[in-house]
């Protein structure tokens, strides 16, 4: 059993180190605000123990992103951010490393490592292939690649830290309530619009298991102190965060907005990624079948990617951002549907071709798109034809410049390779929890 485990751990670092060389490799940096301004409070916080950027000559920051206060000069997006990428600032900015290096370091970290989390996860959910599967799709056909490990987002760090609350929540341990409390909760720290998915799955600890809602919520009790204690710190308010502080409301178009954030050409999630579409058929399988503990649990995480988009459909700046390629506020809700989307194939088998079309779409787009356009990724805000739209620039690449995405494909399917060649050998002791009978057999 040791060996077990020893080879097991091995495998995954292995895994993550071939994924932080091949997002190192592909490594494109885009200046971003957010992504700036996340640097420049991190340097503060490990140099000088606070996060006001009033130091720094070169704060890029536009007036919606930051607030003066007393003297100091705050960024909207919080402490979470920076307490949790401290450890790999505190070393880097002492060794005087560059923004490129600093920002880079993170994002690509952070993503590696959600990755290896939620195939961890998916093995002890479905058979090995198809986790496996699962997983590719999940590093390779969702912006994760693109956008999340390009830049020091708090999507890397937020969804890296979700799947840590994924693996609690389907732990079949004493501990997993408590890992899936500590997960969401310092999700919700870094980005507090991951409150909902903390919400709806301590509601399902309420309604099934009082005593494991006891351990979620002592797992989610450091973080969540630490959350209202920077507020008061920094705005005065214990609940009122930095996003207070933008002037933007919620009085968006919700239809519309639902629209452009889920099949709109812009920021459309399934048509950057259609895979993803099939997290929508495992909610419907496991709403059916929500009666079973495990069901309901992914029955939850349907419900809490409803519930994220519903929310922003109704944010006045539910685009998201300029100057990217594809989804970013989405990317909050990839890890539920790809476990749902799993969950689907594995009790559907006959769904399996359509997910190798839609698979090699996801796939085909995110490694067009990972190249940059002659216009920056965007080229029409809010563009209504497919040529002006980002996704429009990344095919359009495919046929104007091949080579660069070429090289990319062939660099993706050999990370692949080598994750089944890894994945094939961390098969977990106990079976996973959803098999077809023709493979349990």
Same mark, same amino acid.
């Given at each position: ?46 140099? @000088? ?81 198809? %986790? ?87 797992? %989610? ?178 046929? @104007? ?8 494909l062939v660099g993706v399917a050999f990370v692949a390779t080598i994750m089944l060649a890894i994945g094939s050998r961390l098969a977990p002791a106990d079976p996973p929890l ?8």
């Open positions: 059993m040791k060996s077990l485990r020893r080879r097991s751990v091995l495998g995954f670092l292995a895994l993550f180190g071939v994924l932080v060389a091949f997002y190192a490799i592909t490594y494109s940096r885009r200046a971003i605000t957010d992504t700036d301004l996340n640097s420049l409070q991190t340097r503060s916080f490990v140099l @000088h123990g606070d996060i006001d950027i009033a130091r720094y000559e070169e704060n890029p920051g536009r007036r919606a992103q930051v607030v003066e206060r007393d003297g100091h000069v705050y960024t909207i997006y919080g402490v979470g951010i920076s307490l949790i990428t401290a450890p790999l600032y505190v070393w880097l900015v002492r060794a005087g490393a560059s923004q490129d290096l600093l920002q880079g370091a993170v994002g690509i970290s952070f993503v590696a490592a959600s990755v290896v989390v939620l195939l961890f996860v998916l093995l002890r959910l479905v058979p090995q292939r198809l %986790a496996i599967a699962a997983a590719i799709a999940f590093a390779f056909g969702t912006t994760m690649w693109p956008v999340a490990s390009m830049a020091f987002f708090q999507q890397g760090p937020a969804i890296f830290l979700e799947c840590i609350g994924i693996a609690g929540l389907f732990s079949r341990t004493k501990r997993g309530p408590l890992i899936a409390g500590a997960g969401f909760g310092a999700a919700a720290f870094v980005r507090p619009t991951l409150a909902i998915p903390f919400v709806v799955i301590a509601l399902v600890y309420l309604a099934r298991d009082r005593r494991g809602l006891v351990s979620y919520a002592a797992g %989610a009790f450091v973080p969540m102190a630490a959350f209202l204690v920077s507020n008061r710190w920094i705005w005065g308010t214990w609940l009122s965060g930095g996003y207070s502080h933008t002037g933007i409301g919620f009085n968006a178009d919700a239809p519309t907005s639902f629209v452009g954030l889920t099949v709109g050409w812009w920021r459309g999630l399934f048509v950057y990624s259609p895979v993803l579409a099939l997290g929508v058929v495992g909610w419907i399988l496991a709403l059916r079948k929500a009666s079973g503990d495990t069901e309901l649990r992914l029955a939850a995480l349907g419900f809490s990617c409803l519930a994220t988009l519903l929310f922003y459909s109704k944010w006045d700046d539910w685009g998201g951002g300029i100057n990217q390629f594809g989804y970013r506020l989405q990317l909050e809700i990839v890890p539920f549907l790809v476990v749902l989307g799993a969950y689907a194939l594995a009790k559907l088998p006959r769904l399996r071709p359509l997910a190798i079309g839609l698979g090699a779409v996801s796939i085909l787009t995110m490694t067009w798109g990972a190249v940059e356009s002659r216009d920056r990724w965007d080229a029409v805000l809010f563009a209504t034809t497919f040529a002006d739209t980002s996704i429009g620039r990344a095919w359009d690449n495919v046929l @104007h410049h091949p080579l660069p995405g070429l090289t990319l959803f098999t077809p009978a023709s493979e349990a057999a």
